[in-house]
């Protein structure tokens, strides 16, 4: 005699199986076999049901849009049903409710925003109880957000002499507005103010301690002492803002603490210094005075992979951004190289590249990237949100000839070096 039994198996399928069980014999059928090791289903499914998941996308606003407090800003959601319908729109910031929404179009307006960092996230939930959840990252800030930028004035012109420049790589200020400039070929550090006003210079040609092949990246430190990338004698070298020598470190090399190229260099706000080589894809972590601490990175399109790394700059928040040359990008990742995101493709379109070189950022945590070969600067917010763009190429005032080095100063304008023009131009963010 055999009794039959139902068993009902519950998950996203529901699969109806019937069994057999014979009560004098005491077996049953084989609901699964282990040949090898592996699991195989043997009685038959007579019924499965799967019920469709709906979609659901926050249109508005942008994944890293960027804001000036007290903000309003407008939400919404895009839904698709799946099996059943839509019944419900949650809004939330981060896990606080923020409205419920039980009609289309999904949206509100969330209205006297302050200053910070929020995640928008909608949850749509069916008739079937199945819910589904996007979300996105913004920032208000209490500084004015511009989207415009004038030129406002220049120095420098090709030569040898103080205030001329022989190709421009790097622009750094310091605490008290000083603008310290890599001046490239001529392998030396020039100083001015902030207006342009020529205060001091040092280096030369050679591999003695003080001396550059070719001046790079420069990086300011917490006490206004100078960093500079030295990239023919493949290491760091440390100086006073008035330009005494302090130490140096590093060697042509491929181990740990050596250079093949010493390119970009950023100075965090623990006086952790981060050093670009572009021959080997490689960004290393030191202390300040030139221990090794760890690095990241590697050949290649992938995530946390490059194609000529170029520029770093960290944050104040422990984020170090990376200019990815030939992939067209920036990268951004923690301060123990844990990657982040990125931003850009090849292109002439907003937010696309054609060669990212410097990266600079404001006091309200907005980013700006020397677009070389497009000739411009682009704005984003720290998440990559495009907020702004400027330039074109020619030598008139406000155009650029490869823009390679850039530095936001305490009151919004914008340093940039101007390496084919051989100068620095200066641009006021208008509101």
């Not at 996203?12 to 077996?27: H, N, P």
């Amino acid at each position: 005699m055999k009794k039959a039994i139902l068993l009902v198996i519950v998950s996203t399928y529901c699969i109806t199986a019937v069994l057999s069980y014979d009560l004098f014999r005491g077996k049953r059928d084989t609901l699964w076999n282990e040949p090898g090791g592996s699991k195989a289903l043997t009685s038959n499914a007579i019924g499965a049901t799967r019920r469709q998941a709906p979609t659901v996308a926050i249109t508005s606003p942008a994944d890293g849009s960027l804001f000036a407090a007290p903000a309003s800003i407008s939400i919404a959601a895009s839904v698709t049903p799946g099996s059943g319908t839509v019944t419900n729109v949650a809004f939330y910031n981060g896990v606080v409710l923020l409205t419920n929404d039980a009609h289309a179009p999904y949206g509100f307006s969330w209205t006297n925003v302050s200053a910070g960092a929020f995640t928008i996230k909608a949850v749509a939930v069916d008739a079937n109880g199945i819910q589904v959840t996007n979300s996105v990252a913004i920032t208000v800030t209490n500084v004015p957000v511009s989207t415009n930028y004038t030129a406002a004035y220049a120095w420098g012109s090709y030569g040898n002499g103080n205030g001329q420049f022989s190709g421009v790589r790097g622009v750094a200020i310091d605490s008290e507005g000083n603008v310290y400039v890599g001046d490239y070929t001529n392998c030396r550090v020039q100083k001015f103010t902030s207006n342009g006003t020529f205060i001091a210079t040092w280096g030369s040609n050679g591999p003695s301690a003080g001396q550059f092949a070719y001046v790079h990246g420069l990086a300011i430190g917490s006490n206004n002492d100078v960093y500079v990338a030295d990239y023919g004698n493949c290491r760091v070298q440390k100086f006073t803002s008035n330009g005494i020598f302090i130490t140096n470190w590093g060697g042509a090399g491929t181990a740990s603490g050596f250079f093949m190229t010493a390119v970009g260099i950023a100075v965090d706000k623990y006086e952790c210094v981060y050093v670009s080589d572009t021959a080997l894809n490689r960004l290393q972590k030191f202390s300040n005075n030139g221990v090794f601490v760890t690095s990241w990175g590697g050949s290649g399109s992938a995530n946390g992979l490059f194609n000529y790394m170029i520029y770093p700059f960290a944050d104040n928040n422990g984020n170090v951004y990376i200019s990815d040359y030939n992939n067209h990008r920036i990268q951004k990742f923690t301060d123990t190289g844990n990657f982040i995101t990125k931003w850009g493709t090849f292109g002439t379109n907003k937010g696309n590249f054609n060669i990212p070189f410097g990266i600079g950022m404001d006091t309200g945590g907005s980013i700006y990237v020397c677009d070389a070969n497009n000739n411009r600067i682009q704005k984003f917010t720290s998440s990559g949100g495009f907020i702004a763009t400027w330039g074109a190429s020619g030598t008139n005032l406000g155009e650029l000839g490869g823009p390679l080095g850039i530095a936001v100063d305490s009151a919004g304008r914008v340093y940039v070096a101007d390496s084919y023009n051989n100068r620095i131009q200066v641009f006021t963010p208008v509101y």
